[in-house]
């Protein structure tokens, strides 16, 4: 047993700090005063490609298959896990407006073609200006409920024909590509559904609405509309022989899941930044002798413990290939209402410098809010954990 | 890099404690709870697998494992009995104080005798913040009275305080109480007037340190409690029909079921990571008195759902639920209390400058 963050693992997060600090938060606080996305050509963006950030994770190259002898491999996303909440520490919104291929970049790698992977991802490898890359499930009628989506795709010769609604893409507007979700069959469940590449310019891919949100400003969330939109054969991630092959495992559901404690720990990164606020900020004014003051803020440093070793652990059984689903949504359960704890505690701390929305623990407030909604509400994680822990029925 | 694995042999004395538990406790705790007493063959049986000296020194015949076993087995026979785990363990948190303080010739000196002669019980009272209880020291002895120990004889009784602590180990009348949990345990109303201090200890680093240990044992019993309540109710929402369904599938009680299973593992996991803490050499006063508050929630948002969930068979005491129930809440007024805890908790926290560390940075 091991429950401390490696120093080399510290080393990156004491540099994702540096930039947090002269960077990240100042960024998010501008877009929030300003509520409006950071522009594509704000010179933060050139930065981070400076620095190296704004790649693809793809390396450029098929990995050489597994030998034998190689034995399991383990993955590694608990450092990914403490860089992520650090990053969120900084300000949520702006890591979500990232230059990067984004939450198109998994379905890419994961199965995506080798030419796909190429043209999709190539152009982040070294990229020549701050690009992105989106991804588009989420439907005006279809949030948590991601089997209802009802964005059509219709064969026509070689090509697609895609039709539909999408809402609250990250980076949409500005992206070269979108990752868009539409269905052949919406009878067929998830079965039905398939992965388009849409780029951008394609005649038909059109209305962008930057929505207007409580928080997390800095990032856009876009609207879009496809109409008519013909896709070229090419962009089906994975081509035909994918589905095809997906279609003989139906009914195989993974046992476990890397993305809920990779969400969850953002949530902890936010109560981390509220609670060191809310402690600062009682101490400049003589609060902390207070010991109904103490009680709370002790009760919100334990709770976000609790929601980071929930996470670590998730992260922890999901790295050795081993069941986590019940762990990993016990981790997406817990941790975002325990930031909205810190948050609001800190509001109360605050008083009446809280109402006058200029704090920021009062933009953390607003922020945090999403992180109980996206990658599942809280609802959504409580069916997944009563399926495995009572056999909840599905109907 | 963050691990949880818990390791062979860690593994191993786990399944030893839950069979241990399965076998002699589980299906006795009515019966102990009734006598105040586990018996003689169920102390026979632990003696023998050698658990009555996990933590004790090899020089003293002990398997001398650190801080993570002794939550492991905690859990795993409060989970069968939290009453009789207290019961067939003769040192009880009063090891702690005898450690910290004199080290292998006081454990040798005081705990061992108890050890020869089966039945012995010690028992640790804290004396500083938080306690109920008024005891006078003069150079007379020791006198006062301590509302309650959950033992039927106590042979050697240790005062801890902030600053240190006594031994005492005669001139302790015991009145029998009914209890209100831990009952397999016995309870007591302990009467000292002038009893002769045996030994006396000032070293308010070691009594932290006591203190904690302590704390993180009665919060790995409250974990064992709490995981046996939620799968208790767990199960029997499964077989319990209403409305034309289980109930476990009506989605306000299978909501309900999901945050208890999240309420033992955030118990649990606080536990280990004080125990780690400890077992690391890092410092973990404050991780063991939030392990404490943690379990002491978590443990009093689990059990009276677990009565809830079998409704007025919750009540009766053909079912074991509203004994998990007392015995939460019996646990968690040891030790000064949750309040104590939290204080302390809360004190480390605020005299933190700068940025909260969640947990132990940079190790290795």
Known sequence: MNLSIDSETQKRIDGVRKLGESQIRPVGLEADRLGRPTPADHPFFDLLLEIGMGRSRWVGEEPAEDSDTAGPRVGNSRNMLCISEEMSYWDRGVAVSFPGPGLGEPPLISMGTADQKARFLGPFLEPDRPRWGSFAMTEPGAGSDVAAIASSARKDGGDWILNGAKSFAANASRADWIVVWATVDPSLGREGHRAFVVERGTPGLGDFVVERKMGLKAYESTSFTLRDCRVPGANLIGGEEHYARRAGFKGAMRSFNATRPLVAIMAVGIGRAALDEALAFARENNLLGDARIRDRLERIRRRLRVARLLCWRAAWLADHGRPNIVEASMSKAVAPNVALEAASLGMELLGEVGGRGDHLIEKLFRDVKAMDIVEGTGQVQRIVMARHLVQLPRD | ????????????????????????????????????????????????????????????????????????????????????????????????????????????????????????????????????????????????????????????????????????????????????????????????????????????????????????????????????????????????????????????????????????????????????????????????????????????????????????????????????????????????????????????????LGRVALNVEAIG
Not at chain 2, 81 to 100: F, K, S, V
Not at chain 2, 117 to 146: D, F, H, K, Q
């Open chain 2, 1 to 352: 890099m963050i691990d949880f694995e818990l390791g062979d042999e860690l593994e191993l004395v786990r399944e030893t404690a839950r069979d241990f538990a399965e076998d002699h406790l589980r299906p006795a705790l009515r019966d102990h709870e009734a006598a105040q007493s586990v018996g003689d063959s169920t102390l026979d049986a632990f003696r023998n697998i050698g658990f009555e000296t996990l933590e004790w020194p090899e020089t003293l015949g002990g398997s001398q494992l650190g801080a993570l076993a002794r939550c492991v087995v905690s859990e795993e026979l409060a989970a069968g009995d939290a009453g009789a785990a207290l019961a067939i363990d003769p040192l009880g948190p009063a090891l702690y104080p005898l450690l910290e303080f004199g080290g292998i010739e006081t454990l040798r000196e005081l705990g061992a005798p108890l050890l020869h002669a089966p039945g012995s019980r010690a028992w640790l009272v804290w004396n500083g913040e938080g306690t109920r209880n008024r005891i006078e020291r003069s150079a007379a002895g020791v006198t006062g009275t301590i509302a309650w120990v959950p033992a039927s004889r106590v042979d050697l009784l240790v005062f801890l305080d902030e600053e240190g602590g006594f031994a005492v180990s005669e001139g302790i009348e015991h009145a029998p109480l009914r209890g209100s949990g831990l009952r397999a345990a016995g309870a007591s109303e302990l009467t000292l007037v002038k009893a002769p201090v045996r030994a006396e200890w000032s070293d308010a680093s070691g009594a932290a340190t006591a203190l904690a240990r302590c704390r993180l044992v009665i919060a790995a019993l409250l974990v064992g409690v709490m995981r046996e309540s939620a799968e208790y109710s767990r199960r029997y929402a499964l077989d319990r029909v209403a409305f034309g369904k289980p109930i476990a599938h009506h989605q306000a009680l299978s909501f309900l079921i999901a945050d208890m299973a999240s309420s033992v593992d955030c118990a649990r996991l606080l536990v280990w990571e004080a125990a780690w803490r400890l077992e690391a050499g890092e410092d973990a006063h404050e991780a063991c008195a939030t392990a404490f508050v943690e379990a002491a929630e978590q443990a009093m948002f689990v059990t009276p759902n677990g009565v809830q969930i079998l409704g007025g068979h919750g009540f009766m005491q053909d079912y074991p639920v509203e004994k998990f129930m007392r015995e939460a809440r019996a646990l968690s007024l040891m030790l000064g209390g949750v309040d104590a805890a939290r204080e302390a908790a809360g004190r480390e926290l605020v005299s933190t």
